[in-house]
């Protein structure tokens, strides 16, 4: 069952996030918590289990997905300069719903998919505030260990959900703001909005890798297969995140 694979990959992405994130900064976090580890396992199945038209179609769906991704970024991290977490929170939910329905019901190829992306990318970039860096300062005791649970919970229900729909639903699913979800409120709470919008500003920027991956996923699976497409994909992806974490450690105020 891909589920259980998908939540415990999620959660490891999670922790891998938050330790990056003490350690470089919550930009660099942010940036880590957008690789393509869990999108890659559920276009894999996708591909095992209904064929390689499927997977590029759903491949597609997760492009134009990352609009939600992308209103759930600018609707939290302006919402937080003036509320609580919770109120941000189901602001961030409410955009993201909004636009991923609206985008989902969009018939676009490949290169229309992409320019959608590329466009809520640049969207969210733009549309979320200046944010100077935060002071560091100690992390409650034990919240690693929440945020995983929590992101696991989360990914459960949306696999779920996915599996009972077609490529288009799985998609869009697929790019839900589920770990921004999680990291946003908890770095919200423990560490104030002006890490919170490093958070979101380095999680676009990471959105780069995880729309090349998608992008090549679907533009090679029917052509070359399986195996070739998703490793060029996954290339492609630790390619583009290498060069964005480097110039973001190097420059955190990008973050």
């Given at each position: 069952?891909?589920?259980?694979?998908?939540?415990?990959?999620?959660?490891?992405?999670?922790?891998?996030?938050?330790?990056?994130?003490?350690?470089?900064?919550?930009g660099v976090g942010g940036l880590l918590?957008?690789?393509?580890?869990?999108?890659?396992?559920?276009?894999?199945?996708?591909?095992?289990?209904?064929?390689?038209?499927?997977?590029?179609?759903?491949?597609?769906?997760?492009?134009?997905?990352?609009?939600?991704?992308?209103?759930?970024?600018?609707?939290?991290?302006?919402?937080?300069?003036?509320?609580?977490?919770?109120?941000?929170?189901?602001?961030?939910?409410?955009?993201?719903?909004?636009?991923?329905?609206?985008?989902?019901?969009?018939?676009?190829?490949?290169?229309?998919?992409?320019?959608?992306?590329?466009?809520?990318?640049?969207?969210?970039?733009?549309?979320?505030?200046?944010?100077?860096?935060?002071?560091?300062?100690?992390?409650?005791?034990?919240?690693?260990?929440?945020?995983?649970?929590?992101?696991?919970?989360?990914?459960?229900?949306?696999?779920?959900?996915?599996?009972?729909?077609?490529?288009?639903?799985?998609?869009?699913?697929?790019?839900?703001?589920?770990?921004?979800?999680?990291?946003?409120?908890?770095?919200?709470?423990?560490?104030?909005?002006?890490?919170?919008?490093?958070l979101l500003r380095g999680m676009t920027?990471?959105?780069?890798?995880?729309?090349?991956?998608?992008?090549?996923?679907?533009?090679?699976?029917?052509?070359?297969?399986?195996?070739?497409?998703?490793?060029?994909?996954?290339?492609?992806?630790?390619?583009?995140?290498?060069?964005?974490?480097?110039?973001?450690?190097?420059?955190?105020?990008?973050?």
């Amino acid at each position: 069952m891909i589920t259980p694979v998908v939540a415990a990959l999620a959660s490891m992405l999670v922790a891998l996030a938050t330790l990056a994130g003490r350690r470089w900064g919550h930009g660099v976090g942010g940036l880590l918590s957008a690789f393509p580890l869990i999108v890659g396992p559920v276009l894999f199945v996708a591909a095992e289990r209904h064929g390689t038209a499927f997977a590029a179609h759903a491949a597609c769906a997760t492009l134009v997905g990352l609009v939600s991704v992308a209103a759930f970024a600018i609707a939290y991290g302006r919402a937080a300069q003036r509320r609580g977490w919770r109120s941000s929170l189901l602001t961030g939910w409410a955009a993201a719903i909004l636009l991923g329905v609206a985008a989902g019901g969009a018939e676009v190829g490949l290169a229309g998919a992409a320019a959608i992306a590329v466009v809520a990318i640049v969207a969210a970039r733009f549309g979320l505030p200046e944010a100077v860096p935060p002071p560091r300062v100690p992390s409650p005791r034990g919240e690693l260990a929440v945020r995983m649970l929590l992101t696991a919970a989360l990914i459960v229900v949306i696999s779920l959900a996915a599996d009972q729909f077609g490529p288009v639903v799985a998609g869009v699913l697929a790019a839900l703001p589920a770990l921004a979800s999680v990291l946003a409120v908890f770095t919200h709470r423990s560490y104030g909005r002006q890490a919170l919008v490093h958070l979101l500003r380095g999680m676009t920027v990471g959105l780069t890798a995880f729309a090349a991956f998608c992008a090549v996923v679907g533009g090679l699976i029917d052509h070359t297969g399986v195996a070739i497409a998703f490793t060029v994909a996954t290339l492609t992806a630790m390619a583009i995140q290498a060069i964005t974490i480097r110039a973001t450690i190097e420059r955190p105020r990008i973050a």
